[in-house]
């Protein structure tokens, strides 16, 4: 007769070869525990009956996903972020014993344009890669995008706005800045504003911020666009302030009052003239901090405050919650969201790495499941080329929200939109 400690000494020894077996590959930092992880969407309801014929496997061969990131140089923290992203897509989704069967091959750009160039060649003729996911930089991206000669696909994960879309072997999906304006423009126009104005850096990255706002406005029937540039290194901005605020004729179609009115403005001797109902500040919480209390100073309020994803910070918000009113802003990823999906990416990229996720990990592995989904959807099918798959895959609900590529290859995001109470983000829900 069995007693119950010979019961016990079974199950000790059976729970720690299920515990040796489940770890087998995995590396030292991960955690292997019996709390709940996250399924990716894809692979949450198999496929129905009809759609596997049962006479044969579909998938007949590994799939090898090449990755191109800057795992050494300046862009470092990007690259070791994006990985982790991967790798957990990866991990996942060999351990739920789905097909295509998937290999990684990992190539270091060095943050170089040209590395990325070789590495991507090195994917290609040595690895066998089917397709690749990055690079990331912009210089990188836009060198590989306009290469001729591509026979493999490639999903860049950079925000680089002059990216070539004219090879059908090109995609692309990250965060960028037209999708964040465009979001922001659309609810503002939603909610009653007709006249945008503009406070930005005077740089490359200001600039080019501008053009996407003044173009994005126009395109979605905005009446006036008022913009006004300031130095990156300045702390005082009363000066472009008053200038924001003297547009005393109309019509005031994109103009650039940096350009005019160079008189020095010293006093705050009359009240503002605002002719604005929205205003967008693409910049980062460091000079915000110093931006936001001298909006209030000068009296610029009853307005809209836009902002990019750089705003969705919580020591700008604990710094200046005090004068966040009507206050806007929009972003891919949320730590704090109340979706299950999200919150057991969160657990599961915790007990992983012992760490909280960001953006960048989040869109690597959003990036990497929709590369499995296409080449999925393709061998299903048994038709057609990865290329189409990717395009013709529905609406994709993963941890940066919902994802869809369009004809011409750049990823179509639904963005979560933010409004400030307080100190805290709160998800602007659709009605």
């Keep these: ?25 995995c590396a030292p930092k991960k955690i292997i525990t019996f709390e709940k992880v996250y399924t990716p969407p894809s692979m949450e309801l198999p496929p129905s009956e009809d759609e596997i014929p049962s006479t044969e496997p579909i998938f007949k061969k590994e799939i090898v996903i090449g990755c191109l990131l800057p795992l050494s140089g300046k862009f470092k923290p990007y690259g070791e972020s994006a990985l982790k992203g991967i790798e957990l897509a990866f991990d996942l989704f060999n351990k739920s014993d789905r097909q295509p069967l998937i290999s990684l091959a990992i190539r270091d750009t060095a943050s170089k344009k040209d590395n990325a160039i ?30 001729e000669n591509l026979g ?8 680089a706005e002059n990216i070539l879309f004219d090879n059908k072997y090109i995609f692309r999906h990250f965060l960028t800045p037209r999708q964040q304006v465009s979001a922001l423009i659309s609810h503002a126009i939603n909610n009653g504003c007709v ?12 600039q080019n911020y501008k053009d996407i706002f003044i173009d994005e406005v126009n395109k979605k029937g905005g009446a006036s666009v008022i913009t006004v540039a300031y130095n990156p290194q300045q702390t005082d901005f009363g000066n472009e302030i008053k200038k924001l605020t003297g547009c005393h004729f109309p019509p005031c179609d994109n103009i650039d009052k940096n350009k005019n009115d160079e ?3 010293d006093d705050k001797d009359e009240p503002p003239v605002i002719d604005f109902d929205a205003l967008f500040i693409p910049d980062s919480p460091d000079r915000l901090v110093l931006i936001i209390p001298q909006l209030a100073y000068h009296d610029i309020d009853n307005i809209m405050l836009l902002g990019n994803n750089l705003w969705h910070n919580q020591a700008f918000i604990s710094e200046t919650y005090r004068y966040l009113h009507n206050v806007v802003l929009t972003d891919a990823f949320d730590l704090f969201s109340k979706r299950s999906m999200v919150q057991n990416y ?17 869109i690597a592995f959003d990036t990497t499941l929709l590369a499995i989904a296409g080449f999925q959807n393709m061998m299903i099918s048994r038709s057609g080329t990865i290329m189409d798959a990717l395009i013709m895959l529905k609406s994709y609900n993963g941890i940066t929200g919902l994802t869809k590529f369009s004809g011409n290859g750049d990823a179509m995001k639904k963005l979560i939109l933010f409004r400030t109470k307080g100190t805290e983000f709160k998800e602007i829900i659709d009605r």
């Design 118 to 147: 070789s590495g991507l060649y090195q994917l290609i003729d040595e690895e066998k890669a089917d397709i690749i996911i990055g690079p990331m930089s912009s210089n990188a991206a836009r060198a590989v995008s306009e290469l």
């Design 263 to 265: 008189k020095n403005i």
């Design 346 to 362: 969160i657990r599961t990229f915790y007990i992983t790495y012992e760490s909280n996720p960001c953006l960048i990990d989040a």
């Design 195 to 206: 006249t945008f104005a503009m406070l930005h850096p005077n740089d490359k990255y200001g």
């Design 152 to 159: 493999t696909p490639v999903i860049l994960m950079s925000q």
């Design 1 to 25: 007769m069995i007693t119950y400690l010979k019961i016990f000494k079974i199950f000790s020894i059976f729970f720690i070869c299920l515990l040796l077996v489940t770890g087998v590959g």
